[in-house]
């Protein structure tokens, strides 16, 4: 999904995350570590974008956050859920109970954990009320 939106908001393939997968080294002793790329879309929005996000913001939207400044645009927001990777679900064979183990760590284009990104525009915990949020305003300007 991350990829679908983000292809609409650049002229040329980009990385924009790195997958490790410690399952497959524990299981079969061979490292796996791969980098994600995002392809261009139509139609390209040539638009000046800044990507917000927060404590609230779920897994895509770390991703879609963290994706975005990898492609050299502006985010704002306060800290992260600090989510610890990609989750996969798996079936317990005794029981068929389905459940949801995290088997990949993300990281930044830069090598550091996506839990360890932090925004341009920071502001800690900043939760603001309909027409009284700093974050927002801050990031509208820099959208300017």
Aim: hydrophobic share 40%; charged share 25%; proline share 7%.
């Amino acid at each position: 999904m991350a990829r679908g939106i983000m292809g609409h908001f650049v002229r040329r393939e980009q990385p924009y995350q790195v997958h490790v997968v410690p399952s497959e080294e524990r299981q079969y002793g061979v490292p796996r570590k791969f980098v994600e790329y995002v392809l261009p879309l139509a139609p390209y929005y040539p638009g000046r974008v800044v990507v917000l996000g927060g404590h609230w913001t779920g897994s895509m939207g770390e991703g879609l956050l963290v994706g975005f400044h990898a492609l050299g645009f502006r985010t704002a927001g306060s800290g992260l859920a600090d989510l610890l990777g990609g989750l996969f679900n798996e079936r317990l064979a005794l029981s068929n109970a389905k459940i949801d183990l995290g088997e990949e760590q993300l990281l930044q284009v830069n090598g550091q954990p996506r839990e360890d990104f932090v925004p341009d525009l920071f502001r800690e915990a900043c939760e603001g009320r309909p027409g009284d949020d700093p974050l927002l305003e801050q990031a509208i300007r820099a959208a300017r």
